[in-house]
């Protein structure tokens, strides 16, 4: 499972999505799901996720 930067919603934040099987899941950066998995996979990022984290576009929440 993985997410990919999925569509720039004009003036406010990017969607990421999610597909596992025949689901597909849209989080934007602030879903605890979404952050979870950053946490978890922060040292193994796919590359586009990493760019948005490289240039301030994306954080990583501190894991709770």
């Known amino acids: 499972m993985t ?3 999925f569509v720039v919603i004009e003036g406010a934040t990017t969607a990421y999505k999610k597909v596992v ?3 597909t899941t849209i989080s ?8 979870s998995w ?3 996979n922060k040292d193994n990022l796919p590359d586009d996720i990493q760019a948005k984290i490289d240039d301030g576009t994306l ?4 894991a709770d």
Not at 28 to 35: N, W
Not at 59 to 62: G, K, L, R
């Open 28 to 35: 934007t950066d602030k879903d605890p799901e979404f952050q």
């Open 59 to 62: 954080t990583i929440a501190d």
């Open 21 to 23: 099987g025949n689901t």
């Open 38 to 40: 950053l946490n978890l």
């Open 3 to 5: 997410y990919s930067p």
